[in-house]
């Protein structure tokens, strides 16, 4: 029996998407750079072990994660790829980065120096250079940029693979930040040039990509963009769709006007309306911020979502819908399909980044690859 065989909503992650979508990132890229695929939280909540399996089957070899023990799990699964660590190490964690074979991305003074005496002991000293452009957030601001300029002994016996920093704006291709911060970059790469010598750069995420070949650098790091999130919010998704979700419909009642729909009363049937209850709620990653707002469709047909989303349940207006279509057992679209998770991620009030890191486990989960649809855990 699968997990959660019994479960009142599918969730389909397809990785037959996600592989043509970092070729397509990459395709993208001018000649010289390349793409690796950020697969940090679980791989955006899509499961990282199927995720990083299936881009490393089509060709991927720079992975990066965000945390120590993410890449641990990642170096498990993977013996032949480059793995980047965005928080970098931490005192007391040199060791653990050296056994696993993980770079570490070195975000300032301190964890350089950290990384130069744990090299110093005879270690690979292999690491990235993270110049804070600003995100103010990690990585090295323009007064330690200055002082590494000045005292290029802090790098000794380091080998900086590449650096790399970090865009805030990159959705908004007219945003000022983007050439400011590119000019940053640019500038910091000239005044250490001379000391981290030969080392590559890496500067795009998803929507980086999309602002041209100036931010390509030699590395695109994309995350969102792979599993389906549109890197270009104000123009069409180049994407292709990766999740969906579908609910299945527990029951469906008659309530007469004037009748109140669930938690505080917060809907009142303004006529006699059929509705639905579908067994997903806010703890399945239906955030509760989009009640009111939100809708499901069945067979391509708009059910709004009417009352507060609960727990475990959201309430659908289906007084539209011809009755054989809307019975118990009847699939309803959540996220996915006619319903794009950018659309729901608006109406929730949020970004498509939030929708899939908050998918709950008691979804019914499948995995299509290479044409075939597996039950199961990633
Ligand atoms: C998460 C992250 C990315 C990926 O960004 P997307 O917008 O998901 O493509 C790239 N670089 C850094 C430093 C990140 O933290």
Redesign the pocket.
Known sequence: MPPNAFAGAQLSINLDAITPNWRALGARLKSGARAGA?V?ADAYGLGMAAVARALHAAGCRDF?VASLDEGVDLRKLLSDCRISV?FGPQPGEAEEFSRHRLKPILNDLGQIELWRTHASRGAPGKAVLQIDTGMSRLGLPPEEVARLEAEPERLSGLDIAFVMS?LACAEQPEHPMNEAQLAEFKAALESLGQIVGPAKTSFA???GIFLGPEFHFDLA?????LYGINPTPDKANPMSEVVRLQGKILQVRRVDSPRSVGYGAAHMVARPSWIATVPVGYADGYLRSASKQASGYIRGVQVPVVGRVSMDMITLDVTEIPPEHAQPGALVDLIGGPHSIDAFAAEAGTIG?EILTSLGRRHRRSYIENGREREGAA
């Open positions: 950020v940090k990066f965005f970090h995420n998803s929507s790091r994309p995350g969102a963009a980044y």
